[in-house]
């Protein structure tokens, strides 16, 4: 099974701040790389696949970028909505694999 | 506008059984792979169970293999989770999610594009 960790696990930051989320694959997984962001009590949502298409209606602050074992999500400009957990998954093959998540908080 | 509503968590027995259902709607339900993901109080996501939408191709986690089932019947947008002998460790929330990626050759590349609201389901006597 392919393992996803992400870094840092957890992160504070204010309003208006670029935020960097790293996630790490145990072997090569090409672009097969997704990311999610859940907000407490809430059911996940898409925001980018395979490494950098942006999901339908999610704001271009959101990108992504990497390749092979080494992926990151950026947000350029914190927005009040984007504090939530954010998890990487691989889509190189089954079983599925999610990263442990990294909680982005209030500065 | 995709929807999918899950329905059938509740307090289960160890040992005991419990069938989830996901109704789907706003979408071409048969052909697509539909998915099942979890997650345990306080923890991360779990993907549970995957069922492709044409030719019905299923694929489990290692920790549900043998004692869930996954199934859909393409006439009523339904997509199902069998789960028998359950544990402790199954509790969690249980969500379904439309998969737009594809499987081939015993191998899925998917990712999850919409999801539902969840389904909590406790094992615990």
């Known amino acids: 099974d392919i393992q996803m960790t992400q870094s840092p696990s957890s992160l504070s930051a204010s309003v208006g701040d670029r935020v960097t989320i790293t996630c790490r694959a145990s072997?090569?997984?090409?672009?097969?790389l997704n990311w999610y962001q859940q907000k407490l009590g809430k059911a996940p949502k898409l925001l980018i696949y395979s490494t950098s298409t942006l999901h339908s209606g999610v704001p271009s602050r959101f990108s992504g970028s990497g390749s092979g074992t080494d992926f990151t999500l950026t947000i350029t400009s914190l927005q009040p909505e984007d504090f939530a957990t954010y998890y990487c998954?691989?889509?190189?093959?089954?079983?599925?694999?999610f990263g442990p998540g990294t909680k982005v908080d209030i500065k | 506008e995709v929807q999918l509503l899950e329905s059938g968590g509740t307090l289960v027995q160890p040992g005991g059984s419990l069938r989830l259902s996901c109704a789907a709607s706003?979408?071409?339900?048969?052909?697509?792979?539909m998915t099942w993901v979890r997650q345990a109080p306080g923890k991360g996501l779990e993907w549970v169970s995957v069922?492709?939408?044409?030719?019905?191709?299923?694929f489990y986690s290692d920790s549900v293999k043998g004692r869930f089932t996954i199934s859909r019947d393409n006439s009523k947008n339904t997509l199902y989770l069998q789960m028998s002998s359950l544990r402790a460790e199954d509790t969690a929330v249980y969500y379904c999610?439309?998969?737009?990626?594809?499987?081939?050759?015993?191998?899925?590349?998917?990712?999850?594009?919409?999801w539902g609201q969840g389904t909590l389901v406790t094992v615990s006597s």
């Open positions: 999610a439309k998969a737009p990626g594809y499987c081939t050759n015993g191998n899925c590349y998917d990712w999850f594009d919409a």
């Open positions: 069922m492709t939408g044409i030719s019905g191709s299923t």
């Open positions: 706003g979408f071409t339900f048969s052909t697509y792979a």
């Open positions: 072997q090569s997984i090409s672009s097969y």
């Open positions: 998954q691989q889509s190189y093959n089954t079983p599925l694999t």
